[in-house]
Structures are given as structure tokens and as C-alpha cells.
């Protein structure tokens, strides 16, 4: 029984420095476990604690603490070595190194991983970005992109995490809640966003934001949300971009007639005023839409 507990413990994973000094332990413990066996089995036991006994019993644990102990540990520091570089890596490719926000692939292991996957996913993508980069060039271009990241992180982080997808695209997550709640989360942020400055040293850079959003259902495939959501972001580009557009009711629309049924947008808290631009420095490029 004593041995089978070892050799469990010795399976365990290496996660930590104690853990790894614990399987050099365990490990020693086990060669002196069976050298006393070996030693019982080859030699004849005496009766009583006597010299040769003593010897017999140093001369194994000298081996277990001397040999097997170190060379236990080198092993152990070697899989924990190996575990940490493997983490990094991980953590590297589940956090977007530009904006702080996790990606697409960690998007995808924290899907597969849900156990209720009711509520609403959300799909978001910057208006005529490449505008902005064209003609403020990349670095005002990430910059845009870490301040509404973050926007969007303070925005929605009670309602799910926020994950950069694409190069100008974001998706939440939102489990647990309903698209009409969502729905009015989303109308705020973009009026905010709308009216935020993403500019510098002078510049005035406006961004806007067209989306697609739908209910997530128990058996729903993470293909196909994204796919419908896709489909209702596209027809909010091409309906006058600057909204979001509900993908659970596009089977009721014959086109692009009477979108205003089911796209939401920030312009109904906002006074009517041309959108996108400001009067009094110049224009706000970006925010424009047409």
C-alpha cells in the first residue's frame, strides 16, 4: 500500500518549486523503500539493531538522499521548467499583446468550456478603420485600438469578457444575460464612443462602431453564431453603418427595407446634429459614415 501511494504521488503534476522538491522527496522515500526491500530479501535480518543492520540501513539511505534525491530533483526542475514555458506560451497566445483583451483562440477555449451557454454574443468592428490608418498612419491607428479596447472593456466588463478577434474586430460574450439588456448597453456605449476624442498633439480622430449581435442558445455551435452574427454585421454596414443589428430576426427581413426594425443604434440619445464631425477644430475623421 505504501509503495502504491508513492508511485501515485510521483505521477502527480509539477506546478511549483514545492511541488517539484515533493516529488524529489517522494522519489528518495521510494528508493529507500526498496533498497530496505532488496537488502531484506538478500541478506539474512537480524534480530536485534546491530552494527550490520545500521550499516545496511545508511548505506540506503546515503544512495536515496545522495543520488536519487538530486538527480529527482534536476528531473522535477526540468518538467517544471517546461510547464512554466508551456503557461507563457499559452498566456501569450490567449492575450492580445496590442490591446490587453484575449483572442480569438482563448474566445474559443472559454466557449468550449461553458456548461450554460445561454445568453447573447455580440460581434463589433470599427467604422472605416483603415481610413484612420491610411491617413494618421498605424501608430495613430493603435492607438485608436488600445483606447477603445479599453472602452470597451470598462463598457461591458460586468456583462462578459471582451476579446480582440480580427485586426479592427471585437466580440463579448455576454452569458447569462438577454439581448434586450445588451441591447441597451450597446446603445450607450456607442453614443459614448461616438463623442469620445481618440486623437493627439492636435489631431481629432472619431471612430465609430457597427455590430451583429444574437441570443446564444444551449445548442448552439460557436460557427454559427459567429456566422449569423457576421451576417447581421454586414447589413449593418450596409444599411448606414454606426448601428447593430439583431441576427435572430434577419429571416424576417426579404432585404435591406425597414432595417430601423431591427437595428439599434446610439442615435436615438443623441441630438440631432451631423454626427461624426466637429465644427470647431475640423473634422473628425474616422466617425464619418456613408
Not at 534536476?74 to 508551456?86: E, G, Q, S, V, Y
Amino acid at each position: 500500500m505504501l509503495i502504491h501511494n508513492l508511485r501515485t504521488d510521483v505521477s502527480s503534476p509539477i506546478r511549483s518549486t514545492s511541488d517539484a522538491q515533493a516529488f524529489a522527496l517522494i522519489v528518495a522515500a521510494l528508493c529507500f523503500a526498496i533498497g530496505t526491500g532488496i537488502e531484506s530479501l538478500t541478506d539474512t535480518p537480524p534480530t536485534d539493531w546491530s552494527l550490520h543492520a545500521l550499516a545496511s540501513l545508511a548505506g540506503v539511505a546515503g544512495i536515496a538522499l545522495l543520488v536519487a534525491y538530486p538527480l529527482a530533483l534536476l528531473i522535477a526542475t526540468n518538467f517544471l521548467a517546461l510547464f512554466r514555458a508551456k503557461r507563457k506560451l499559452a498566456n501569450l497566445e490567449a492575450t492580445d499583446s496590442l490591446t490587453g483583451l484575449r483572442t480569438r483562440r482563448a474566445m474559443m477555449a472559454d466557449f468550449s468550456a461553458l456548461t450554460d451557454r445561454c445568453g447573447v454574443l455580440l460581434i463589433l468592428d470599427i467604422d472605416r478603420f483603415q481610413l484612420i490608418n491610411d491617413t494618421f498612419g498605424p501608430v495613430k491607428g493603435d492607438r485608436v485600438l488600445t483606447r477603445l479596447a479599453r472602452l470597451l472593456a470598462e463598457e461591458f466588463s460586468d456583462l462578459g469578457p471582451i476579446y480582440r478577434t480580427g485586426s479592427d474586430e471585437f466580440i463579448l460574450l455576454a452569458i447569462g444575460h438577454r439581448i434586450s439588456d445588451v441591447r441597451n448597453r450597446v446603445c450607450a456605449a456607442t453614443m459614448r464612443i461616438e463623442q469620445a476624442e481618440f486623437g493627439g498633439d492636435g489631431e481629432h480622430i472619431g471612430a465609430s462602431l457597427s455590430g451583429g449581435m444574437l441570443t446564444i442558445t444551449a445548442e448552439a455551435e460557436l460557427h454559427s453564431l459567429l456566422a449569423q452574427a457576421n451576417a447581421a454585421l454586414t447589413l449593418a454596414r450596409t444599411s448606414g453603418r454606426g448601428r447593430v443589428v439583431a441576427a435572430d430576426r434577419l429571416n424576417e427581413m426579404p432585404g435591406l427595407v425597414d432595417t430601423d426594425q431591427i437595428a439599434w443604434s446610439g442615435d436615438d440619445r443623441v441630438r440631432p446634429i451631423e454626427r461624426g464631425r466637429r465644427h470647431d477644430h475640423g473634422q473628425r475623421l474616422g466617425a464619418s459614415r456613408g
